[in-house]
């Protein structure tokens, strides 16, 4: 294979996944057309091993974030027309770019003396920059065992223990550790050994021409070991689906919505790679009497006109005791009191407050006796200052 041959490569279309698909989605993409089209399971068949060439040579560019930023960047400048188009013809060159390919390489795809528009530096420098682990002469980067995959659950707390912290036991049905191998696939008193193939590195350089580049290893699948005897209960695979309980701690002030990350507690990685992590999703029950903002508990309490007109001392629950506030005279209803020290307690350790908003209520019905009090206090109390709306009545009429 020529060097120009990686331009004309789609290594998304060759997984099946858009330029925009995360990591997890790549990798996942990898292993379905790496298991279909091994050549372990699909003997003396040379389509099915070119195919997996191909889905291991674009798996290698795409999980690297590196090569896959310089990939996705040599693609984008070959195809925005930023080169000369075929000199001869005038036309796209091979691959439908806007050049000739072949133009940036001497006879039979031979690279040129360098081209200034990189700093002087052959294409086969730039390619070999990035399809081989780190230049023509770096050393290709090791896999090993694949980590194991994140894991999401989701529990709801009640108010209370949202508040204060609680720790439960959260049950999860999830692949785990074989307890039979401990996670290495080898048969009970055997040991997986490092592959014949990589040694050990997972992946393989192969040389063409005047550049390399790596690609995992066929042998060993590029977990750079190779179990002869497989564990009878898991297969070979190191992990088994099993059910687990962990205890989780919720920190006090934990908010409804809010993720928890538990390192290394998610799905074991494949014959002894790192584990994922488990990340679970926090819903919280409503309270039937405080609400929360941010870091401060609210409470709204009814109060009558005249603890409204006169004043008075209110006590009112909290979530560690009760406390008492005081209600100053002529407190307008939907005034909001703060009590200090009483809401939810933040990571620097210091609580918020607890808000609590009043409502003067009005009785449907009330006695000749409270009627007729009321009827004096109307005649003695001053008027509600509606000055400027009598004004534009007195305009309009």
Known sequence: MSSKDWLEKDFYAALGVGKSASSDEIKKAYRKLARESHPDHNPGDPQAEERFKTVSEAYDVLSDERKRREYDEMRSLFGSGAFRRNARSGQPGAGGYPFDVSDLFGNAGQPGAGDRRFGGAGF??????????????????????????????????????????????????????????????????????????????????????????????????????????????????????????????????????????????????????????????????????????????????????????????????????????????GTPSGRTLRARGKGVARRDGQPGDLLVTVEVTVPAQVSAEAREALESFAKQSPPAGREHLDARVRRVN
Do not use: W
Not at 214 to 228: A, Y
Not at 307 to 316: I, K, M, S
């Open 124 to 329: 086969s420098d730039l390619f070999s920059s990035i399809f081989s682990g780190g230049g023509a002469t770096g050393a290709p980067r090791a896999r090993g065992p694949a980590r194991g995959r994140d894991v999401e659950a989701e529990v709801v707390l009640d108010f209370n223990d949202a508040v204060r912290g609680v720790t439960l036991p959260l049950t999860l049905r999830a692949p785990g550790v074989c307890d039979t191998c401990h996670g290495d696939g080898a048969k009970p008193g055997t040991q997986p050994r490092a592959c014949p193939q990589c040694h050990g590195a997972g992946v393989v350089t192969r040389n063409q021409g005047s550049f390399s580049f790596s690609e995992p290893c066929r042998e060993c699948q590029g977990v750079g070991t190779v179990v002869e005897e497989k564990c009878p209960e898991c297969l070979g695979t190191g992990g088994v689906t099993k059910t687990r309980t962990l205890n989780v701690r919720f920190p006090g002030g934990v908010a409804d919505g809010q993720r928890i990350r538990l390192a290394g507690r998610g799905e074991p990685g494949e014959r002894g790679g790192s584990a994922g992590d488990l990340y679970v999703l926090v819903k919280v029950r409503n309270d039937e009497l405080f609400g929360r903002s941010g870091d401060d508990l609210t409470l709204t309490v009814p109060i009558t006109f005249a603890e409204a007109v006169l004043g008075t001392d209110l006590r009112l629950p909290t979530m560690d005791g009760a406390v008492t506030l005081r209600v100053p005279p």
